[in-house]
């Protein structure tokens, strides 16, 4: 039997940046779409779709930061992995920066109308049905911790990202696709990124609406 193929699409929070570092990784058994593979055993395949600053629509104008825009990725990566089963995605921090100069609203407009609204309605060369879908709410950001070097790159984002709850709630529940929140999960020193225990957590939450679904 061919194993259901799940992508997981997001940020550094999905690649599995660990909180406070210089760009370290947390490894093959603690980052969550990892921890999520282990849980859900051989019927599946976990395919990691995180990268670094990746925004929804944004161009991260800091030089050696090309490719960030996610959705000029999002079509390409969908038919290079297709035939996918179920897409999670946890995208929207990075459209926080002050630098782009967005609204939460805005933030999920853009997330509806492209990621979701495109993801579950691309076509797969195998198979009639696109994939199905799990929304994870981006995480809250806590711009009063130490954000690095740069902590006015998140400037206003901590009461912005208290809203994502409700809007990625009800986008999900406009598309009858399961949602996941993030609200309660630690970040670490930076604010921004989850902890090694965040990651198990986050990994059991989504688990359990894969199995729903499967």
Same mark, same amino acid.
């Given at each position: @039997?061919?194993?259901?193929?799940? @992508?997981?699409?997001?940020?550094?929070?999905?690649?599995?940046?660990?909180?406070? /570092?210089?760009?370290?990784?947390?490894?093959?058994?603690?980052?969550?779409?990892?921890?999520? =593979?282990?849980?859900?055993?051989?019927?599946?395949?976990?395919?990691?779709? =995180?990268?670094? /600053?990746? %925004?929804?629509?944004?161009?991260?104008p800091?030089?050696?930061?090309? =490719?960030?825009?996610?959705?000029?990725?999002?079509?390409?990566?969908?038919?290079?992995?297709?035939?996918?089963?179920?897409?999670?995605?946890? $995208?929207?921090?990075?459209?926080?920066?002050?630098?782009?100069?967005? %609204?939460?609203?805005?933030?999920g407009?853009?997330?509806?109308?492209?990621?979701?609204?495109?993801?579950?309605?691309?076509?797969?060369?195998?198979?009639?049905?696109?994939?199905?879908?799990?929304?994870?709410?981006?995480? $809250?950001?806590?711009?009063?911790? /130490?954000?690095?070097?740069?902590?006015?790159?998140? @400037?206003?984002?901590?009461?912005?990202?208290?809203?994502?709850?409700e809007?990625?709630?009800q986008?999900?529940?406009?598309?009858?696709?399961?949602?996941?929140?993030?609200?309660?999960?630690?970040?670490?020193?930076?604010?921004?990124?989850?902890?090694?225990? /965040?990651?198990?957590?986050?990994?059991?939450?989504?688990?359990?609406e894969?199995?729903?679904?499967?």
């Amino acid at each position: @039997m061919d194993k259901i193929r799940v @992508m997981c699409y997001g940020d550094s929070n999905t690649w599995g940046y660990i909180s406070g /570092s210089d760009h370290e990784r947390y490894g093959e058994n603690e980052r969550w779409p990892k921890v999520l =593979g282990n849980l859900l055993g051989d019927r599946f395949e976990i395919i990691e779709e =995180g990268l670094n /600053s990746r %925004t929804l629509i944004s161009d991260d104008p800091r030089p050696g930061k090309e =490719g960030k825009n996610g959705l000029e990725y999002l079509i390409p990566c969908l038919d290079s992995h297709d035939p996918l089963d179920l897409v999670v995605i946890m $995208l929207g921090s990075n459209e926080l920066k002050p630098i782009y100069n967005r %609204t939460a609203e805005d933030i999920g407009k853009l997330f509806e109308e492209y990621f979701v609204k495109t993801i579950l309605y691309r076509k797969s060369q195998f198979k009639e049905a696109g994939p199905k879908l799990i929304i994870v709410c981006p995480p $809250l950001v806590n711009e009063h911790a /130490s954000l690095g070097v740069e902590p006015e790159k998140y @400037m206003g984002a901590g009461r912005k990202s208290e809203q994502f709850d409700e809007i990625y709630k009800q986008i999900a529940s406009k598309y009858n696709c399961p949602f996941v929140p993030t609200n309660d999960l630690e970040t670490g020193p930076d604010g921004l990124h989850l902890t090694l225990e /965040s990651h198990k957590i986050l990994a059991e939450r989504i688990k359990d609406e894969v199995v729903k679904l499967f």
